[in-house]
């Protein structure tokens, strides 16, 4: 076990279950303890990880009741928010509660680790907004996010009581989420219900995958318009879960065009100058949290995606 892992991170001893019986160690341990493959991978690299008091190689098969030993690595310091003027950024209503905003593409909700580019919280600082401290440290005020590459409708709470009202208002499913998005293909139905449990990807980390025991995901769908190669949707979210229209019409093998992560095609993202996925939040909609009167805010098409379905029209 290396010096620096027992300096600065938790140990933990336990024996092996009967349902990891057979499987790698990195393996195991990611199991174990909810870290990532690459994660994992590491610590036992770093000797961090023993097997009956043995260090042992990543791909060493690990026995139930085998004692498996486990020196975690320390919690990273959360990133701080820089405030930093963000291009693009446009805020559609403000008060002292709630701030709406049109988020462009490339820029991330809040900071996280890894990430260097711009964020809407670093964003909203810079231009003098105070946020709500509720939440952890790097995403305090945000009630949601939307992916990078997602364009859109997004609200942060500026005031403790929003706060508070819009987390539970999320959590039970109180919020009108509406995207737009051009998938591959046509669906059939052209109107339906995608019911599909989601969850990380057994094998890919940046990714999420519809899997048996993931949390409840469910997402509503309409066909507003059908071009030869792709389809225009109205997707209505029931419940919340990272990435859950690119994964569900992947999933139904019509991915967001442009969606090069879930399986979308690279020639026809090339000929529409698509370098992401073409999702966006259109409609975002709540009831106010210290008024409680009906708020609804709607975004329109960026350049980007406006003009990839100008081409699809054509």
């Known amino acids: 076990m290396t010096a620096a892992y027992a300096a600065s991170g938790e140990q933990r001893s336990l024996p092996v279950p009967d349902g990891l019986d057979g499987l790698r160690l ?111 440290a790097e995403r305090q005020g945000v009630v949601h996010r939307l992916d990078v590459g997602t364009t859109g409708i997004m609200v942060v709470a500026k005031s403790e009581q929003a706060y508070t009202f819009l987390k539970r208002a999320f959590k039970y499913r109180e919020v009108e989420k509406r995207y737009h998005a051009v998938v591959q293909g046509h669906l059939d139905p052209l109107r339906g219900t995608i019911d599909a449990p989601i969850d990380r990807h057994p094998h890919h980390d940046y990714r999420w995958a519809v899997v048996s025991g993931g949390k409840p995901s469910i997402t509503h769908y309409d066909t507003l318009e059908a071009f030869p190669a792709a389809s225009l949707v109205d997707v209505r979210l029931e419940t919340g879960r990272t990435h859950q229209i690119r994964v569900h019409f992947s999933t139904l093998r019509h991915p967001c065009v442009g969606d090069l992560t879930y399986g979308a095609d690279p020639t026809l993202a090339k000929r529409l100058g698509l370098d992401r996925q073409w999702l966006h939040a259109r409609e975002l909609g709540f009831r106010h949290p210290r008024t409680g009167e009906e708020v609804c805010f709607v975004s329109d098409y960026p350049d980007d995606l406006d003009r990839a379905l100008g081409i699809l029209r054509d």
């Open 26 to 136: 990195d393996q195991a341990v990611a199991r174990l303890f909810g870290l990532s493959r690459t994660t994992a991978a590491a610590l036992v690299d770093a000797g961090a990880a023993l097997v009956d008091g043995t260090a042992r190689a990543n791909s060493y098969k690990i026995r139930a009741g085998s004692w498996l030993e486990v020196t975690l690595p320390a919690p990273a310091a959360p990133p701080a928010v820089v405030p930093q003027a963000v291009s693009g950024l446009g805020v559609v209503y403000a008060d002292d509660d709630i701030v709406v905003v049109d988020k462009p593409v490339g820029v991330a909700a809040h900071p996280s680790p890894g990430w260097t580019g711009p964020t809407v919280i670093g964003g909203l600082a810079a231009i003098g907004h105070r946020i709500a401290t509720s939440g952890a």
